[in-house]
């Protein structure tokens, strides 16, 4: 399995700003990804970081709001701009090692006032 | 694209007895069906999975079932115990190696001492 840890924990920011979320993972894997979770509800995939290469987005997300790194194959940024209440959510990476298993990150509580 | 189901939203039983969580799925191309169990203020957690070649699957007192033909597969929890209240998600993968999960909606078990 992957360790895998996220910062912030959580954070409360205001309406306009952005917020840059930080996921590490302790070896290297094959595929990251960036979920949202919003109060109560399920994960919604917002895109796939790929190494070397621009994120892949699902429809609904857009790069100008979700800009995503991953300069290496340990480590991948999702920023969260221009912030919104709406944007209120837990952020959530995730790592695929290349087997089968997807395993999360702690995520990121955001809150947007 | 995938779309996953899941039922109930909520249950409930009595301590020791037994639970049962089905999701269905729309992408016969999907061939990997994890489980996730999340507490509340954690990460989910993969509790169990199965793959599209394999029937059913058992982890002591957790067991996965896999129906192809109909598209559908199910959580079975027995001799539960109040730990195992959280909230459950079902998830597929169809994207051959890319491996984005689409998850179920969850569910929100509560085991009664």
């Known amino acids: 399995s992957a360790v895998i840890s996220q910062k912030p924990s959580r954070d409360i920011c205001q309406r306009g700003t952005s917020l840059t979320i930080q996921c590490q993972v302790d070896s290297q894997v094959t595929m990251m990804f960036w979920y949202r979770q919003q109060p109560g509800q399920s994960l919604t995939l917002i895109a796939t970081?790929?190494?070397?290469?621009?994120?892949?987005?699902e429809s609904g997300f857009v790069i100008d709001k979700f800009p995503i790194s991953r300069p290496n194959l340990t480590f991948s940024t999702l920023t969260v701009s221009n912030m919104s209440p709406e944007d209120s959510s837990i952020y959530l990476c995730?790592?695929?090692?290349?087997?089968?298993?997807?395993?999360f990150g702690p995520g990121t509580r955001l809150t947007v006032t | 694209g995938e779309n996953v189901e899941q039922h109930p939203s909520t249950l409930s039983v009595q301590e020791g007895d037994s639970a049962v969580i089905k999701c269905t799925y729309s992408?016969?191309?999907?061939?990997?069906f994890p489980w996730y169990k999340q507490e509340l203020g954690k990460r989910p957690q993969l509790i169990i999975d199965?793959?599209?070649?394999?029937g059913e699957k058992k982890d002591q007192r957790i067991a996965v079932t896999l129906n192809k033909t109909a598209k559908h597969f199910s959580l079975h929890i027995t001799e539960t115990q109040p730990e195992d209240s959280a909230v459950y998600f079902c998830?597929?993968?169809?994207?051959?190696?890319?491996?984005?999960?689409?998850f179920g909606s969850g569910t929100q078990l509560t085991v009664l001492p």
């Open positions: 992408d016969s191309a999907s061939n990997y």
């Open positions: 199965i793959r599209s070649n394999v």
């Open positions: 970081a790929n190494q070397g290469s621009e994120a892949t987005y």
């Open positions: 995730s790592a695929w090692t290349g087997k089968y298993e997807q395993y």
């Open positions: 998830a597929a993968s169809n994207r051959g190696s890319a491996r984005q999960l689409t």
